[in-house]
């Protein structure tokens, strides 16, 4: 047994995205969706969380805790509602959001795109719009001047989730767990473009901030004969965006699971390991997953590592407490090895909206679906104390 003393300054936080937490996202891709019958989404956001009211709660609990970094999103859908009308009052919202984070002794994170779309972008196209890369590029000079205190923005979550959503759109959540969809490609093309022009327009308007994405990373596993073919999805799905991070500052990487695939008739098809632990999302248990990924992401981009988001859903807290404690053993040992990576923020603060359902519970505070009180559960504590502590005990 020895002791991993993490760098100074590295950072402990926990994850949140606007539209899973604010509640009343009216102006969205994704309120639509959950509004239309028959879409792939089968229970509304509604109220969610209502931080947009709350937030100065979830500020305290997190800081309170001992946690020094909240990552947020800011919602595009709220700041440009009608195409070319940008909301400054709403814009002054997410300007104290950020002010209360530093209040806090928080490093706020900030998420430019979290998978929601103002509804007219939607129903342009999305992220395969003709437009959605100068509009994209727009709203970014627009956030820019609140973000002056902010060092690292995200400027767009899992782009690799984002280009399945039209797949689910047609195919529904079924082509998920029965098949191995490929990733939307206008949709792909549209989001590495968009990101590099928000980058260029950022650097400009603010050479200090570290500007990134963060990627949805996983670990394969594949049955005996489907190896290269699940080393060429993992390139179209996944390594396609670390290639365009080239000239980024930072990396993010969320990584939750392990994926197990075999060979049906020539096509990848998913191979759960029978017996094996579920979490509530249906995923297999496998904290190996963050190791595994940030080794292989140090790798690929040669970047500096942010952990953006790594959790489960669970009922139990003490199945969390396990979960994490063994995830960041495995992310100690890598650092020690020489991996770089300046922080760890857990996925979720908030039991939230889980992108149709509310069951699936991943947060360290416990919300009550009808008064949003909020009940800390003791993995905030836990998490706390080892960011105060800033060292783990690894075998
Ligand atoms: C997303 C989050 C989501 C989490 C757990 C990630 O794919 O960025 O929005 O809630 O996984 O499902």
């Known amino acids: 047994m020895t002791d991993f003393n993490f760098p100074a300054g590295f950072l402990w936080g926990a994850s949140t995205s606007a539209h ?50 909240y990552r947020f999103s800011i919602e595009w859908a709220r700041l440009e509602p009608t195409p070319g009308h940008f909301s400054n009052a709403q814009l002054a919202h997410y300007e104290r959001l950020i002010e209360g984070c530093l209040a806090q002794g928080l490093k706020p994170l900030v998420t430019l795109h979290h998978f929601t779309l103002p509804a007219w972008l939607a129903a342009q196209g999305g992220w395969a719009a003709p437009e959605a890369v100068d509009r994209f590029a727009r709203y970014c000079q627009f956030v820019a001047p609140i973000l002056s205190p902010v060092e690292l923005i995200c400027l767009i979550n899992e782009p690799n989730m984002v280009a399945l959503f039209p797949v689910l759109a047609t195919a529904g959540m079924e082509a998920l767990t029965a098949t191995v969809p490929p990733l939307d490609q206008a949709t792909v093309s549209g989001l590495i473009e968009a990101h ?3 980058r260029e327009t950022l650097r400009l308007l603010l050479p200090g901030a570290r500007l990134g994405w963060s990627i949805a990373a996983q670990t394969y596993h594949s049955e005996p004969g489907a190896a290269a073919a699940t080393a060429a999805y993992q390139d179209e799905s996944e390594d396609v965006f670390y290639r365009a991070s080239a000239g980024d500052d930072w990396i993010g990487l969320q990584a939750y699971t392990c994926r197990r695939l075999k060979l049906i008739d020539g096509a990848l098809a998913p191979a759960p390991k029978p017996g094996s632990r579920r979490t509530l999302t249906g995923w297999e248990y496998y904290p190996a997953a963050l190791a595994e990924c940030v080794r292989r992401v140090a790798q690929l981009t040669g970047l500096p590592i942010v952990v953006t988001e790594n ?60 008064t949003f009180v909020r009940t800390p559960k003791p993995s905030l504590a836990w998490l706390g104390q080892l960011a105060r502590r800033n060292r783990l005990t690894i075998d």
């Open 196 to 198: 590099q022009a928000g």
């Open 20 to 69: 899973q937490i604010e509640g009343n996202n009216t102006n969205s891709d994704w309120w639509h969706l959950e509004q239309r019958p028959g879409s792939f989404v089968s229970e509304p956001s509604g109220d969610a969380c209502d931080s947009w009211h709350r937030w100065p709660e979830d500020l305290a609990l997190a800081g309170g805790a001992g946690l020094n970094a």
């Open 311 to 370: 959790g489960l859903a669970t009922a139990d807290d003490a199945d969390r407490i396990d979960y994490t404690g063994s995830a960041l053993t495995g992310l100690a040992q890598a650092m020690a090895d020489g991996v770089q990576v300046e922080g760890y923020f857990h996925w979720s603060l908030l039991d939230n909206y889980e992108w149709g359902s509310y069951a699936p519970t991943f947060g360290l505070v416990q919300v009550d679906r009808q």
